[in-house]
C-alpha cells in the first residue's frame, strides 16, 4: 500500500500507466558487487550481483516492456526489516545495471531523474520496488 502511494502519484504518472513496476530482492551493496580477479586490477562479479541481475531479468520478462529508448525517470523504494547502517546509495548501482541486464532500458545512462527512499518495515522480507518510465528529453 505504501508503494501504490509513492509510486502512483499524479505527479509522476500525469494520468498515464507505468512503464515498469518491478518487486526484486534487496540488492546488493557496491560494496560488494565485485571480486578481484587473478591478473592486477581486474574485476568479476560476485555471484550475488549475477543473482541479482537474474532476478532483474526474470522481473523485466515477467512485466513484458520493450527496453527503453528514451531518457528515464527511476524511483526505488527499499524496503528494510530494520534501521541498521545502510547506505541506500549504495543500493543503486545494482539496480541500474540489473534493470539495464535485464531489458528495462538500453543503458543506465538513460536515467536522468533517479529518486530512491528507505522503508523500515519491520517483521517483513527485505525487498526493492522499481517503477520506471520514459520521460520527455
Not at 586490477?41 to 550481483?49: A, C, H, K, T, V
Not at 534501521?83 to 546509495?89: E, G, H, N, Q
Request: glycine share 8%.
Amino acid at each position: 500500500q505504501h508503494a501504490d502511494r509513492l509510486l502512483f502519484g499524479r505527479d509522476f504518472y500525469g494520468g498515464k500507466l507505468q512503464d515498469l513496476l518491478a518487486t526484486l530482492p534487496l540488492p546488493p551493496s557496491v560494496n560488494f558487487l565485485y571480486r578481484p580477479g587473478e591478473r592486477h586490477g581486474s574485476l568479476f562479479l560476485r555471484d550475488e550481483q549475477k543473482q541479482f541481475r537474474s532476478e532483474c531479468k526474470a522481473a523485466v520478462r515477467r512485466v513484458g516492456v520493450d527496453p527503453m529508448a528514451g531518457r528515464v525517470e527511476l524511483r526505488v523504494l527499499l524496503y528494510f526489516k530494520n534501521r541498521r547502517v545502510a547506505d541506500i546509495d549504495n543500493r543503486l548501482k545494482a539496480v541500474l545495471d540489473g534493470l539495464q541486464h535485464g531489458g528495462a532500458y538500453i543503458d543506465d545512462s538513460q536515467v536522468d531523474c533517479l529518486w530512491v527512499e528507505r522503508i523500515v518495515r519491520p517483521g517483513t522480507a527485505e525487498e526493492c520496488v522499481v517503477l520506471a518510465r520514459e520521460i520527455e528529453a
